[in-house]
């Protein structure tokens, strides 16, 4: 419990100073109109109140990502603990704020328009392509998973029962994509954003009464992961790709600019970007101390359940068992609104980053029709692939963790760019340290892992090495050629 509570004060520490350094190297200018302000529209481009705009950035990067993915990590050991805490202060909330803040210096532009300014136009079209194929992806995974959840408690769990709740689902995210983002999503989201704190909230009370033995980090970080029952998973380069959301995560780039679009100002941009990201990775730290204690001390045993039980297993066992009616009604809002929530505005970016590249404004509902039909056609194709061969997609899926980070990689190789082009100075290291991290976590883990390339796993921390040099060199070699045509 002692490693928990210092990770808990390391994530305040880390929003208070290093946030604030972030802050400084940016340079927020509250006097500049924002995107909100300068392209009011009624329906993207609109000022909402701080706290709203707070919730819905935080329930639109969590969704149930801090929840499974800490939860999935968690049997790792504490190694979990230190993941959380240093992808969170340094490379996720840093990557939040810097996706948010270029956002809002450039008009509200969408995550591939901003890449394109900085990584150039045929990168431009790549991450386009990427990144709409990841929030399909997304938003119809999102369509099936709580819909199975939901015909399980509502019916049988036979196809009919869980086709009916996914014509519902389908339904409300068409609603949600076309209708201007206060009338819906600006009125909802701030309830379930209550629901999960409360629920971390409450979880963590749990946790200073029982007061589990849990590992700590002392206690070393090897081992862990045999014992909870994984094999050929490293943590090197495993867990960072496992605990996504609560330490870093690309699917936030897609998000941060639907916010950046109702800001007022600038100076907001702290505690709504980078803020909602350390919010988030202490709900990951709640639910990996709780999962820690589910896997290493018992608790699958006392909530009747076993160490192989999957995450939503684990989330509703520990609920009922710790939070009783209550708890119950809150796993439900955590594995079933949550992914909802997450799904709508993925189908969302996807028709604003669709409509930025092709230069079609959105104010007309008939234009917000033309790009978002084609979208909803097409996860309904996938979806139905998803039920006519679940192993099919399920081995799609298993791709996403990978191309989540991958997403990452290239934000904060923008921001990096960003910073040797506009600030000077070496500014530019906070992004490029956590960059060149992350690009060697991807490049190992599609080499070694078994859904990539099945190299051996002892080579892992060589190639994670050799990959982390040769784009330091790379770098600086792009770095140099900057400066000798200024």
Known sequence: ???????????????????????????????????????ADGVDYIVMPTWKVYMIQFLNIAGTGPIF????????????YLWIVLGCIFAGAVHDYMCGMLSVRHGGASFPDLVGDYLGKRTQKVMLVFSVVLLLLVGTVFVYSPALILGDIAGDGTRGSIMLWVGIIFVYYLIATLLPIDKVIGKIYPVFAVALLFMAVALMVCLFIKWPSLPEVWDGLGGWSEKAGLKDQPIFPCLFITIACGAISGFHATQSPLMARCMKSEKLGRPIFYGSMITEGLVALVWAAVSSWFFFDGGAAAVGSDTSAAAPTVVTKVSENWLGLTGGILAILGVVAAPITSGDTAFRSARLIIADFVHLPQKAIGRRLTIAVPLFVASAFLLWYNIADANGFNTVWRYFGWSNQALAVFMLWTATAYFVKKKGGLWYLITLLPALFMTAVCVTFILVDKIGFRLPQS??????????????????????SKKNVR
């Open 1 to 39: 419990m002692y490693s928990f509570l210092i990770s808990i004060v390391a994530l305040v520490l880390g929003y208070l100073l290093y946030g604030a350094f972030v802050e400084r190297a940016f340079g927020p200018d509250p006097a500049r109109r924002t995107p909100a302000i300068e392209r």
């Open 69 to 80: 993915g800490a939860i999935m990590g968690a049997k790792f050991g504490p190694a979990s």
């Open 459 to 480: 080579l892992a921390p060589w190639i994670g090495l050799g990959t982390f040099v040769i784009f330091t060199i790379l770098f600086y070699l792009w770095k140099n």
